[in-house]
DNA sequence: GACTAAGCGAGACGGTACGTCGCGTCTTAAA
DNA sequence: TTTAAGACGCGACGTACCGTCTCGCTTAGTC
C-alpha cells in the first residue's frame, strides 16, 4: 500500500489535476453535469487515465466528496456543550453545503451499495466519532444524561440539516441550528435539571 | 386545465397505463432504472404521449412519488400526542422506503428547482400540517409547550428517517422512531413536568 | 438522384448520406482507414444511425462493395467465346480494384462467416451465373468441351487477377488477361480441335 | 546486423517467447485477435521488448506467416510434370490453410507497401522459382510447351486456391487440385501431343 | 572483479475509435 | 387533430489496444 510511491510522480502529478478539474467542474455546473469527458479536456488527461482510478464517474465524485468533508475534525473542549454541539453542526452544515456535491450524489449514494458502504465507513462513522467526544463530555460536565445515545443525537443534529437542504429547500441559518441543538439539549438534558449549561 | 376531465377517455386511458407501466418498472428496477423508452415500450404508448404529459423522466417520477405520499393523512385523534407522533412517523416510514423512489429521486429534487417547488408544495407543505394538527392537540392537551414550532418538530422528525434511508443505512426500526419521538416530547415539554404522556 | 428522393423517407435520405460519404472516405484513405465516426462526422448524420443499419465498420464496407460490384453484368453474345470471356475478365478486373475495397476487406471476409456468407451470396454465385451463360454459349459453338466445368473455369479466371492485387502486386495488364484466357480456351478446348475462336 | 547473434542469448530467449506466444495466440483466436498486449502478457516479455523488434502487430505476423512458409521447398525430381505440380499444389494448400494466418493478414498484405514488398520477395519469389525448376523439367521432358510462363502457370496453380480460401469458400479438396493441375497441364501442352504424362 | 552501457520488466500515459444507451425532438401516416 | 410508431441528432458512456514514454533493475562484455 505503500511501495507505489516510486512510481508515483507521474500518478501524482495526473491525479491531482484530475481532481482539481473536477472539483473546478462541480462548481461551475454541479455533480449532474459532471462528466468524465469534460474532466479529461479540462484537465488535460486522457479519459483512460481517469478510469483507471475511478471506476466511474460516481467514484470520481465520491473522492472530491470525503476530500471535502476530510477537513471536520472534533470541536475541541470548550467547557461548554452546547457551544460545542452548535460547532458541530455548523461545520456539518458548511461541508454539506459546499459546491452542492451532496446534493447531487445523494441518490447515487443512497442507491449504490459499493458507494453508500464507503460513505458510511469514510464519513458516517468518522462524524458519529467526533459526535461522540463531545457527548462524552457532555456526560461528564453533567450536562447530558448518562445514558444519552450517541447515534440517536448524531441523527437528531444531523438530520434535520439534511432535510432543509434536500427537501424543505428552507434556508439552513445559525437561528435554525441554535433550535436543533437546543432541542437535542433539552431532551438529554439529566432529569434533575442540574446541567450547568442551560438554554436561556 | 379543468374541463379535460370530461372527455378523458382517451387521455385518461393512456394516463393510467403511463403510470401503470412506471410504477410496475420502478418496483423492478429502481427509479435508477426507470426508462422513458422503457415505459412506453411496457404501457404499448408512444414517447410522444408521455413527454406531453411529463416534461421529462423526473417530472414523470415526481407524479408516481407524489401518488404514493397522497395516501397519507393527518393522524386522528387518539387523546395521546405521542401516540400520535408516533403514529405519523410511522406512516411518514413507510411511504419514504416504498420502492425505493424517495433514495432514487433525492438528488434530482434537490437539485431541480422546478421538483423541489413542486416537492415542497405537495409534499413538504401537506405533511408539515399534519404536524401541525397533532402538535396543536398536544399543546391543548398540555403534553407539549405552547410556543413548540411545527417546523422545528417536522425536521427532529422526518430528518433522522432521511438520514438512516440515505446515508447511515442503519434500519428503520420501531425502536428508533419511539426513541425519536420520545426525544420530541422530551424536548419540547413543559418546563412544570405536568405532561400526561411522558417518556419512561 | 432522381424522382426518388420525394418519397425518400428519412430513411432513404440518410442512407444515402452515409454510403456517400462512406465511399468517398474509401477513396481517400481506403478501407483500412475507414471509420464509422469519420462517416458520421462527413455526412452530417449521427453515429448511432449508422449503427442501426449497419451492424459495424465491415458491414458497411461491405455494402459499399456490393453497390460497385452489382454493375456487371453478363457479357452479351458476341458469337465469339474468347471475346466474352475477355470481356467478363475485364469487367471483373475493373471492380476488384476499384478504390481498394476489396484488397480492404479481403481478411474480414475471409475470416468473419457473416461477411463471408453474404459475399458468397450476392457476388461469388452471381459472378459464376454469368460465367455459365459464356461456356454454355461456348460448348454450343463447340468452343469448348461439353463436360467444362463452370466453377473450374471461374476460379482460373478470377484467381490470377486476385492473386496479382492481393499478392504478388504485379501489375493487372490486357496482356495478362489474354493470356489467362487463352490458358482456359486452351485447357478446355474440344479434342478435335475444331473450335472455330482459336487462339493465334 | 550480423554479430548480434554471438551474444544473443537474451534477445534470444525473449525473441522465441514472443514468437511461440504470437502462434499461440493466432492458433486460438486468429490473427484479427491477435494484440501485441495479449503476446506480452502471455509470454511474459515487456510490450516495449516486442516493439523494439517488430514496428507493430502485423510487422510480428508477418514474421510468423514467413516461418510458416518457410517450409516449403521445391518438389523433387519425380520424372511425372503432373506429380510434381500436384506435389507443389499440395505443399501449398497445407501453407496457406494453416492457422487462418494467411486470410487473417491478406488486407494488411495487400495494402501496406511496406508488408506486400517482403511478402513478394519472402514468399512470391521463392514459390515462383520453385515452379520454374518443375516447370524447365516439364519443357525438358516434352510435357510442357518451351515457352510456358513460369509467372503464368504460378498464377493459375495457386490463384484458385486463394480464391477458395477468402471468397468461395468451397473446400480445398484433391480432386479440385487435380482439375487445377491437369487444366494447367492441358493448356500448356506442346501442340502435336506428344507430351508424356498426360491425363486420361 | 568492478564498472558501465545496453537491454529489459513494468506499467502509466495520451490517444483514437469502438459500439451502446437513453435522451428529447421531429416526421409520417392512420384513425 | 391527436396519436402510435419510430427515425433521428446528440452527448456521454466505459472499453480495448494502440504505440510512446519513463524508470530502475539485470546482465553482459570491457577494462
Known amino acids: ?23 473546478a467542474l462541480i462548481d461551475e455546473v454541479g455533480v449532474g453535469g459532471l462528466t468524465i469527458e469534460g474532466v479529461a479536456a479540462r484537465s488535460g488527461v486522457a479519459k483512460t487515465t481517469i478510469y483507471r482510478r475511478w471506476r466511474d ?5 465520491l473522492a472530491i466528496l470525503i476530500e471535502l468533508t476530510a477537513e ?25 453545503t459546499s459546491g452542492g456535491v451532496v446534493s447531487g450524489l445523494v441518490s447515487e449514494i443512497a ?15 468518522v462524524r458519529m466519532a467526533e459526535v461522540k467526544t463531545v457527548i462524552d463530555r ?13 447515534r ?25 441550528r441554535e433550535q436543533v441543538v437546543d432541542a437535542v439539549m433539552q431532551a438529554f438534558a439529566p432529569e434533575d435539571g442540574s446541567a450547568r449549561s442551560r438554554r436561556k
Chains 1, 2, 3, 4 share one sequence.
Open 1 to 23: 500500500m505503500t511501495s507505489d510511491d516510486r512510481h508515483s510522480s507521474r500518478r501524482a502529478r495526473s491525479e491531482k489535476a484530475i481532481l482539481e478539474a473536477a472539483s
Open 57 to 61: 464517474k460516481d467514484d470520481l465524485a
Open 72 to 96: 471536520i475534525s472534533a470541536p475541541p473542549d470548550q467547557g461548554d456543550t452546547r457551544k460545542e454541539l452548535l460547532k458541530f453542526v455548523e461545520t456539518a452544515t458548511k461541508v454539506i
Open 111 to 125: 442507491t449504490t451499495p459499493h458507494l453508500s458502504h464507503q460513505y458510511v465507513e469514510r464519513i458516517v462513522d
Open 138 to 150: 457532555g456526560i461528564e460536565r453533567g450536562d447530558l444524561r448518562p445514558d444519552t445515545e450517541v
Open 152 to 176: 440517536l443525537v448524531h441523527e437528531l443534529l444531523i438530520g434535520p440539516l439534511y432535510y432543509r437542504l434536500l427537501f424543505s429547500k428552507a434556508p439552513l441559518t445559525r437561528r435554525h
